[in-house]
């Protein structure tokens, strides 16, 4: 049985389809992800940067015996398919975009004795979530908007482009990669690649997504402050919580100098996601 508060239909999202004996090879020297640890049934995120290591699209990529399938929001499917493309030379790959299948989230259901013709542990989340991704013909009454997946994105951390941030403004340790099995650091090359090792072995990642959090509800695109000082502005909200993307440095100077957190005048809290494991910079007496 579905519990329909756990699921979500989403609308606004396209498959495009790597299929062909070089395809592991082709993904592998192109992307963020390590395409040779993703296993039968997971879902990894992964990104596609720019030479400067900035983030052009963003999505989720799993793996169907030695093909792949990446699911990614409907806006970008069309320029990242044309990326690939342009990308695949003379490799023996096909690409495609697929008619369009009904993809639905669920998380904390039991899903063993229902039909979908696939689905994929997301491995974004913890796995005590149980959230999975499932692709198919078959509809299924579920709602196209639930506040419930929007409030567990921003309770793990979790950003994404449609919502949360542009494409080609932000690095990917910006949106939490490093965190949530986007980025691996053993992999070899890949477009970009060197501006990332750079600033994950310099550990110079100043930006992050944080949650916010008040006693009153949020709308996206309001301003957060420290005293009078602007920090960021909301992406997702769910009532009273929302996704920031702030620099980490100037929330912990805010924090020293015990300035008020405020959304459109309203107090707010500042932390970082409970499944994150970068903190906030240690003062200079700290480091003492």
Not at 14 to 26: N, R, S
Not at 43 to 60: C, E, H, R, T, Y
Not at 153 to 169: C, L, M, N
Request: aromatic share 10%; proline share 3%; hydrophobic share 40%.
């Amino acid at each position: 049985m579905i519990e329909k508060q756990n699921a979500i239909n989403l609308k606004n999202r396209k498959i495009i389809k790597v299929i062909g004996e070089e395809a592991t090879h082709f993904l592998q020297a192109l992307i963020t992800t390590d395409v040779t640890k993703i296993n039968s049934q997971e879902l990894f995120p992964g990104a596609l940067l720019s030479p400067q290591g900035k983030v052009i699209a963003d999505f989720l990529i799993g793996k169907i015996d030695q093909n792949y399938m990446i699911d990614i929001t409907a806006s970008l499917a069309d320029a990242f398919h044309k990326r690939l493309i342009l990308y695949k030379l003379h490799k023996k790959i096909e690409i495609t975009q697929p008619l369009q299948e009904i993809i639905n989230v669920f998380w904390q259901n039991e899903l063993d004795s229902l039909n979908f013709n696939l689905s994929f542990i997301d491995k974004r989340f913890p796995e005590k979530e149980k959230v999975v991704r499932t692709y198919g013909k078959t509809p299924f009454l579920i709602p196209e908007y639930n506040i419930y997946w929007d409030r567990m994105r921003i309770h793990y951390g979790i950003a994404e482009s449609d919502q949360d941030y542009e494409i080609g403004k932000v690095f990917p340790h910006d949106i939490n990669y490093d965190q949530i099995h986007g980025l691996f650091f053993n992999k070899g090359c890949y477009i970009g690649q060197e501006v990332i090792s750079r600033i994950h072995h310099r550990r110079t990642a100043r930006r992050r997504f944080l949650v916010v959090k008040s006693q009153y509800p949020l709308t996206s695109g309001s301003t957060v402050k420290a005293g009078t000082k602007i920090l960021s502005q909301l992406g997702t909200c769910a009532k009273n919580e929302a996704l920031a993307l702030m620099r980490i440095d100037h929330v912990k100077e805010a924090m020293e100098k015990n300035l008020q957190f405020t959304v459109d005048d309203i107090p707010v809290t500042i932390s970082i996601a409970e499944n994150m494991n970068f903190t906030f910079p240690k003062s200079s007496v700290e480091a003492d």
